[in-house]
Each structure stands twice: as structure tokens, then as C-alpha cells.
């Protein structure tokens, strides 16, 4: 099992910046595929960056591009979404989720294991 906890988020003014933090512990030998997830008010939850189990490869969904970035510390066993110019349409309970499996990976069944969730609220 792997657990993963969620931290950094918080309320911030459009065009801010804030950094999540996923930490990973319990069975976190081996490497993971690691991605963001995100839940809106009334909507689903969407996919929005994801790195390869080496860090080599990574993917955002369209909204995000040159906005967010993805990165890992396997040292520390933590995942990072450093998100800038912040939009009132990025608010939403963020989750990061770790998966086993190789490649890119952009859905949700394709992971394992989830943590509980971080809230972003951006206001305009």
C-alpha cells in the first residue's frame, strides 16, 4: 500500500502562484507514475499533469500548458505542481495519484492509489 498526502493548497488572488506537495510513504520502493488531479464544484474530476515513473516524460492537459509543472523528488518521495498565473477557473479540490504501471498516464483508472485532496481557491 501507498499512502499519499496532499499539501499547499490554499487561497490565492488570479494570476498568484502556489506549489502542491504530494508525499508518498508506506510501500514506496520502486518507482511510481505520479499525476494531479482536479475537481471543480459540479464537475468532474479531470486529469491535469502526470510524470513518468523515471521523471523523464511528462504531460498537462491543454488548460494547464506553460502554466503548471510537474516534478518529483524520489529522494524525498514527494511529487510537485508548481502552478503560476493562477485562473479563477483553476479552483478545485486537487489530488495527486500514484500508479505502478509504465508510461503516460492520463486516466484515472489507471491509478492505484489516491490521497484525500487539497483545496485551490482562486479568486478573481
Known amino acids: 500500500q501507498v499512502q499519499l498526502v496532499e499539501s499547499g493548497g490554499g487561497l490565492v488572488q488570479a494570476g498568484g502562484s502556489l506549489r502542491l506537495s504530494c508525499a508518498a510513504s508506506?510501500?514506496?520502493?520502486?518507482?511510481?507514475?505520479m499525476g494531479w488531479f482536479r475537481q471543480a464544484p459540479g464537475k468532474e474530476r479531470e486529469f491535469v499533469a502526470t510524470?513518468?515513473?523515471?521523471?523523464?516524460?511528462?504531460r498537462y492537459v491543454n488548460s494547464v500548458k506553460g502554466r503548471f509543472t510537474i516534478s518529483r523528488d524520489d529522494a524525498k518521495n514527494t511529487v510537485y505542481l508548481q502552478m503560476n498565473s493562477l485562473k479563477p477557473e483553476d479552483t478545485a479540490v486537487y489530488y495527486c495519484?500514484?500508479?505502478?504501471?509504465?508510461?503516460?498516464?492520463?486516466?484515472?483508472?489507471?491509478?492505484?492509489?489516491w490521497g484525500q485532496g487539497t483545496q485551490v481557491t482562486v479568486s478573481s
Open positions: 495519484a500514484a500508479a505502478a504501471a509504465p508510461g503516460i498516464l492520463t486516466r484515472e483508472y489507471e491509478y492505484a492509489y
Open positions: 508506506g510501500r514506496t520502493r520502486g518507482k511510481y507514475a
Open positions: 510524470t513518468s515513473r523515471s521523471g523523464d516524460s511528462t
